[in-house]
């Protein structure tokens, strides 16, 4: 049984950055295509990044160029670099995971969800 456990929130100011790491419990992680999704108060739950084992990835336009997508198999984590924060980033942030998924399509087709972790930016 695949268990993802999400980290790294927490509470930042305008412009500053945070890491969050998603760890895998489970085998073979380079089969599962990684990816992060978040969700805002009163909001629907959004994709944001996607990246596959062998490490192309995907970003939703609403993110391109502030929030990165890594993975580190060698420790089975996916990472979520989130830089330039706004307050408009506050949300709950889902780690996703499906078997050979594509990139673009694992928030939508996930098999397994973590159970999130919060930032909150303030302005």
């Known amino acids: 049984q695949v268990q993802l456990v999400e980290s790294g929130g927490g509470l930042v100011q305008t412009g500053e950055s945070l890491k969050l790491s998603c760890t895998y419990s489970g085998r073979t992680f380079n089969l599962y295509t990684m990816g992060w999704s978040r969700q805002a108060p009163g909001k629907e739950r959004e994709f944001l990044a996607g990246?596959?084992?062998?490490?192309?990835?995907y970003y939703d336009d609403s993110v391109k160029g502030r929030f990165t997508i890594s993975r580190d198999n060698a420790k089975n984590t996916v990472y979520l670099q989130l830089d330039s924060l706004e307050p408009e980033d506050t949300a709950v942030y889902y780690c996703?995971?499906?078997?050979?998924?594509?990139?673009?399509?694992?928030?939508?087709?996930?098999?397994?969800w973590g159970q999130g972790t919060l930032v909150t930016v303030s302005s």
């Open positions: 990246i596959s084992g062998s490490g192309t990835t």
């Open positions: 996703a995971a499906r078997k050979w998924g594509i990139p673009s399509r694992v928030g939508n087709l996930a098999e397994f």
